[in-house]
């Protein structure tokens, strides 16, 4: 029976090469700057809505 380890010479050199040999994850962690991060500050026009002489009257 042949166990295997982990992955071979072959995987681990173009892990190495592609630039993915140790991924760690940020997942439940807290992240240096990420509270000041992203958020855009949109401000969207008004438009303005017709309450008086529209079809339904003004008491609908």
């Not at 029976?1 to 940020?26: K, L, R």
Request: proline fraction near 3%.
């Amino acid at each position: 029976e042949v166990v295997e380890e982990g992955p071979d010479p072959n995987e681990q050199a173009m892990m190495a090469m592609m630039g993915f040999g140790g991924f760690g994850t940020t997942h439940g962690k807290e992240v240096r700057g990420n509270d000041t991060a992203g958020g855009a500050d949109v401000h969207k026009q008004r438009t303005w809505r017709q309450y008086m002489n529209r079809r339904g009257g003004f008491n609908r």
